[in-house]
Structures are given as structure tokens and as C-alpha cells.
């Protein structure tokens, strides 16, 4: 059976210092990968997300970056933290567009 | 531009009574609607979607094109019915939903 893992599970980081969140799948090939920031009152907001190894496509000007080293890899990533990084990210999966398998999640607090 | 709407935040009910969470979406073509649900100390999730027109948990939800809404209903609330309810849109690029901001549904026993 199919599985997504997400860590860590919460996160404490300064301002200005580097972020990297790592999500994988298991159990399935060549799924579309995502990342969504989930916040109070705003739901959920599509950051990044993949159709194939190497192919980001950005939802929204940010702080951070995006990554897919690898076919079931997926990794959010920032050089510099801001205060307004602070959330809730959530990674998922799919084969199909509209039924998504969503991973635990990251607690991120920027101090 | 795509957009789902959930005008509301909270929707408190009594154990027993109907339940209406509303959505509306803006988007020009024909879209693909769902609810997704959130528990307590759980994942996110697949509640049900309208090509299907099934009925998951006793709830049901009803394309309405001319009044561009998808209302999430069920005619007797349960108290586990308790969760944060997504609804999401699947417009012309498939690979993507767009979410709407969530309403918290709390049944009072």
C-alpha cells in the first residue's frame, strides 16, 4: 500500500537561518507531488507543486523553493527564514488530479 | 481566475439537527468539485466528490452550476461528524486543486 512520510514533525528556527522539509512516497511511481502551507482562516494554499523528477512549478512568490531529486522525493527548502514562514505544511500525493493523500504535516515555528 | 469560497469560518449544531456547509466557486469552464475532510489528529482527506454523486458518512453534495455552489449536506449531525471540511476545485489544469479556506463543523451533543 501507498504511504507518504513527512519530517520532521515540528520545526523551531530562527530568522535568517535555512529550512529544509522532506517528504516521500511510498508504494507508488511517477506521482504528482505537492506542498501546501495550511494556515488558520486561509485553508490551504498550494505552494509548489511536481509532475516529474526535476519539474517544479511555483503557485505563489515566496520565500522558498522546491525540489525533486528524486522520483518519490519531494523537499521544500528556504536559505533564509522569515517570521512569516510560520505555519503548517502539508505534503501530498497523487495519480489522479482530484484525489490527494495528504502526509502528517511540519509544524514550522520562526522565532 | 479560480476561486472556492467558504463564507463560513464555524458552524456549531446540535447532535441530531441538519447540516449545510456551503461552498461557492468561481471559474469559467466546467469544473470537478470535492469535499475533503480533516478530523481530530488526523489527515486530510478524500470525503467525496461530485462526479460520483455518492453519499459518504450520510453526507451528500450537489453540483449546482447555475448557483456556481456545491453544498456539503447531511440531514442528521453526529457528534463524530466533527471535523474541519475543505471544498476544492479541479479546473483546467487537472494536476492541481484550489481550496477553499475550510469551515469547522462542531456538533453539540
Known amino acids: 500500500s501507498q504511504t507518504i512520510h513527512q519530517w520532521p514533525a515540528t520545526l523551531v528556527q530562527p530568522v535568517g537561518s535555512p529550512l529544509s522539509l522532506e517528504c516521500t512516497v511510498e508504494g507508488t511511481s511517477n506521482p504528482n507531488l505537492y506542498w501546501y502551507r495550511q494556515a488558520a482562516g486561509r485553508g490551504l494554499q498550494l505552494l509548489f507543486y511536481s509532475v516529474g523528477i526535476g519539474q517544479i512549478s511555483s503557485e505563489v512568490p515566496q520565500n522558498l523553493s522546491a525540489s525533486r531529486p528524486q522520483d518519490r522525493q519531494f523537499i521544500l527548502s528556504s536559505k533564509k527564514l522569515l517570521l512569516s514562514d510560520s505555519g503548517f505544511y502539508l505534503c501530498a500525493w497523487s495519480v489522479q488530479s482530484y484525489e490527494q493523500y495528504f502526509g502528517p504535516g511540519t509544524r514550522l515555528t520562526v522565532t | 481566475a479560480q476561486r472556492v469560497t467558504q463564507p463560513e469560518k464555524l458552524l456549531s449544531v446540535f447532535k441530531g439537527a441538519p447540516v449545510e456547509l456551503k461552498c461557492n466557486y468561481s471559474y469559467s469552464g466546467s469544473p470537478e468539485l470535492f469535499w475533503y475532510v480533516q478530523y481530530s489528529r488526523q489527515r486530510l482527506q478524500l470525503l467525496l466528490r461530485?462526479?460520483s454523486r455518492e453519499s459518504i458518512k450520510g453526507f451528500t453534495a450537489d453540483l449546482n452550476k447555475g448557483e456556481t455552489s456545491f453544498h456539503l449536506k447531511k440531514p442528521f449531525a453526529q457528534e463524530e461528524d466533527s471535523a474541519m471540511y475543505y471544498c476544492?476545485?479541479?479546473?483546467?489544469?487537472?494536476?492541481?486543486?484550489?481550496f477553499g479556506a475550510g469551515t469547522i463543523l462542531r456538533v453539540k451533543s
Open positions: 461530485h462526479i
Open positions: 476544492a476545485l479541479s479546473g483546467r489544469d487537472k494536476n492541481k486543486l484550489v
